[in-house]
């Protein structure tokens, strides 16, 4: 049984922190923030804010390339509602210490954690997600499962286990935010944002499920 204070507060997540490692993917972290971008657009308000951060506020570069700015440090951004790290194709060189100590000192203040691509792997790799589902890139799958026994991995698009959100990479991350708008707008408005970002194909997406414990 879990109890009240570890379930994430789905309606109350409004400043999300995108902690940005090098090499991250770019098509992930975008279909996240143009989600809450159009979240903010069709409701005719701002419930979203994002900040872009690193360990030092300085911008790395993503896998194609690209260098976001502005980024900034967790001080400089406000302690977000959620903390959302963007994983790629350089993750484990990228979760250093810088990257490791923040995320525990993240865990300890009880702020919420999440993974999208590869960046599960910087939770995982402090206990983050030991005893928790969550959902990586179908190619890691095989490694991790032998690296990391006491997660709980799950084949879906994303995964919600009380405080902890995880995704897989590419669009899905849309996915993941189309959830967390329908919670907290309604789905009416998550409907408008799917059709507005033309998400909707002749199919509907595969859908996920959140969990309540591992």
């Known amino acids: ?42 409701a005719h308000a701002q419930p979203y804010r994002w900040s872009i951060l690193t360990p030092d506020g300085v911008p790395v570069s993503a896998s194609n390339g690209i260098t976001l700015k502005p980024a900034c440090t967790l001080e400089e951004a406000g302690r977000p509602d959620v903390l959302i790290v963007c994983g ?43 005893g928790y589902r969550c959902t990586v890139d179908w190619e890691d799958l095989h490694v991790l499962r032998k690296e990391f026994p006491r997660v709980h991995f799950a084949d879906e698009l994303f995964v919600i286990d009380r405080d902890r959100l995880t995704c897989v990479g590419g669009t899905a991350p849309l996915d993941l935010m189309l959830k967390l708008v329908g919670s907290r707008l309604g789905q009416n408005v998550a409907e408008q944002v799917s059709l507005e970002l033309q998400s909707l194909g002749s199919a509907p997406r595969p859908q996920s499920r959140i969990s309540c414990g591992g």
Not at 4 to 29: C, K, V, Y
Not at 90 to 117: H, K, N, Y
């Open 88 to 130: 790629g194709t350089q993750i484990r060189r990228a979760v250093d210490s810088s990257v490791t100590e923040l995320l525990g000192d993240l865990a300890r203040q009880g702020v919420p954690l999440g993974g999208m691509c590869t960046g599960a792997y910087a939770l995982m790799s402090v206990g983050l997600l030991d």
């Open 1 to 42: 049984m879990t109890s009240a204070r570890n379930e994430l507060p789905l309606q109350s997540l409004a400043h999300f922190g995108f902690l940005t490692l090098p090499g991250f993917s770019m098509i992930a972290f975008t279909s996240a923030v143009e989600a809450l971008r159009v979240a903010n657009h069709v």
